[in-house]
């Protein structure tokens, strides 16, 4: 029978208003988590901003993620730097947290993605898309500006 590893969080310390960081350590590695709310103007469609630092560890790890009904744009400096939609789940995934790995997420809440994509939120409920699928021109502006370096 394999033994669960039960995470440590820090306790949550406000930051500045609308800003929270919080610390968890588990044998494997430490995480750092910090969410950051929107802008009045962003906040009817925005639930917030957040990152998550992953210190360096022997090996990966999975992850626990529970189903929030928010759509989520998630980009990581290892396997997803040009950007990916994630769908609202429908139930728990386990995610595998690489060593070293840094993630930033902009969170919509329930529908709020919709003002942003041209895509219909429930068809991508329980997916994962790229993000220059959806936002090809956008990509492609970028991509010219860098010198059709890869984005």
């Known amino acids: 029978m394999s033994k669960t590893t039960v995470p440590h969080f820090s306790e949550p310390a406000n930051l500045t208003a609308g800003e929270w960081i919080f610390g968890m350590k588990t044998q494997k590695m430490s995480y750092i988590y910090l969410e950051h709310s929107p802008s009045p103007r962003l906040d009817s469609v925005v639930a917030s901003?957040?990152?998550?630092?992953?210190?360096?560890?022997?090996?990966?790890?999975?992850?626990?993620?529970?189903?929030?009904?928010?759509?989520?744009?998630?980009?990581?400096?290892?396997?997803r730097p040009s950007g990916v939609i994630v769908g609202s789940m429908t139930k728990a995934v386990s995610v595998t947290l690489q060593p070293n790995a840094k993630y930033f997420g902009v969170r919509f809440r329930p529908g709020g993605a919709s003002s942003f994509l041209d895509i219909s939120l429930k068809e991508i409920a329980d997916t994962q898309i790229k993000l220059k699928d959806v936002w090809r021109n956008a990509y492609s502006e970028v991509s010219n500006v860098m010198g059709n370096k890869q984005v």
């Open 49 to 79: 901003y957040w990152s998550l630092r992953v210190s360096e560890g022997e090996e990966p790890e999975n992850y626990r993620v529970l189903p929030d009904g928010c759509v989520d744009l998630l980009f990581d400096n290892i396997s």
